[in-house]
């Protein structure tokens, strides 16, 4: 059964200090996965999207990276406002699309 | 402005008074979606359309109805609302199917509360 796990579910972190973000994911094939950013009472918004093993993307102090069995979110010197839910998602070759619960994260000044 | 627009945004409602929450995109996107987010289960897909006319069940569609006679507006129709519908929903559109990796655009939300 194809599915997806985020971890941890919510993370609090101080202003600077870098963490990582996990998205663990059993699929029979994957088309792609996909990293969201949602903000309290605001739909999710895309960042990445990566497709085979070994991909990184980035964006300003977010670095998506992709393993066969997980992709991480890497969050360098992060400041109050990248404070969200991120959300992970994955396109399986049937098609469908599975969200991962989310990871809450909190950056204090 | 590329976007997705919902409404309403919060509606409370009695137990089998039908209702329908609005969606409608500006970006000519042809697969629009609808999902239900509720906490510890994450978003759910209730109905897809893949274009005008053209319509499917994602992973919950129960209790729910869609139509598609417009590119534009993909309206969610609750025709006798149960408390179990008490959620969060989300309408997203892309211009290909989701699954296909393309990327989605989502609304803003609409909050409701069925009692």
């Known amino acids: 059964e194809d599915q997806v796990t985020q971890s941890p579910e919510a993370l609090r972190l101080q202003e600077g200090e870098s963490s990582s973000l996990n998205c663990s994911y059993t699929?029979?094939?994957?088309?792609?996965l996909f990293w969201y950013r949602q903000d309290p009472g605001k739909g999710p918004e895309f960042l990445f999207t990566?497709?085979?093993a070994g991909e990184e993307k980035e964006k300003e102090r977010l670095k998506a990276t992709l393993t066969k069995k997980e992709s991480f979110l890497h969050i360098t010197a992060p400041k109050p406002e990248d404070s969200a839910t991120y959300l992970c998602?994955?396109?399986?070759?049937?098609?469908?699309?599975?969200f991962g619960q989310g990871t809450t994260l909190q950056v204090k000044p | 402005e590329a976007q997705v627009t919902q409404n309403p945004r919060y509606l409370i409602t009695v137990t089998g008074k039908k209702l329908t929450v609005t969606c409608s995109q500006n970006?000519?996107?042809?697969?629009m979606s609808w999902y239900r987010q509720d906490p510890g289960l994450g978003l759910r897909q209730i109905y897809y359309?893949?274009?005008?006319?053209?319509?499917d069940k994602g992973d919950v569609p129960e209790g729910y109805k869609v139509s598609r006679k417009e590119k534009r507006n993909f309206p969610l129709i609750l025709e006798s609302p149960s408390p179990n519908q008490t959620s969060l929903y989300f309408c997203?559109?892309?211009?290909?199917?989701?699954?296909?990796?393309?990327?989605?655009?989502f609304g803003p939300g609409t909050r409701l509360t069925v009692t």
């Open positions: 997203a559109s892309s211009l290909r199917p989701a699954g296909d990796s393309y990327e989605q655009y």
């Open positions: 998602a994955f396109s399986s070759n049937t098609g469908k699309l599975i």
């Open positions: 359309s893949m274009n005008v006319e053209v319509t």
């Open positions: 970006m000519n996107h042809e697969y």
């Open positions: 990566l497709y085979s």
């Open positions: 699929v029979s094939g994957l088309r792609g």
